[in-house]
Nanobody, 119 residues
Framework: QVQLVESGGGSVQPGESLRLSCTISGHTGGLYYISWYRQATGKERELVAT????????NYADSVKGRFTISSDNSRKTVYLQMDNLKPEDTADYYC????????????WGQGTQVTVSS
């Protein structure tokens, strides 16, 4: 069973940076995708960025393009979300999500990490 553990959240001022980490365990093989989602208070969960297992495919929400970068270090089984030029509207709980590329394959969520951007 795949398990995800996020870290790296915190409180920063507008314009500052944070790097979130998502460490993956229990994956036994096969192609998969890791996504970062976020959910602000009173809003629906929003897809932020996705990366394929080998890092060759990356996608971003329009709201974060040019500011956020998703990357992976397979040797550490960790996916990162580098967030630069943070804005107050980036304030949310950020969640890591695993999805197997196999039809009917498994999926999993991390426990979330909080990001607050405020002056």
């Amino acid at each position: 069973q795949v398990q995800l553990v996020e870290s790296g959240g915190g409180s920063v001022q507008p314009g500052e940076s944070l790097r979130l980490s998502c460490t993956i365990s229990g994956h036994t093989g096969g192609l998969y995708y890791i996504s970062w989602y976020r959910q602000a208070t009173g809003k629906e969960r929003e897809l932020v960025a996705t990366i394929s297992a080998h890092g060759l495919s990356k996608n971003y929400a329009d709201s974060v393009k040019g500011r956020f970068t998703i990357s992976s270090d397979n040797s550490r089984k960790t996916v990162y979300l580098q967030m630069d030029n943070l804005k107050p509207e980036d304030t949310a709980d950020y969640y890591c999500h695993y999805r197997s590329a196999l039809a009917g394959g498994s999926s999993a969520w991390g426990q979330g990490t909080q990001v607050t951007v405020s002056s």
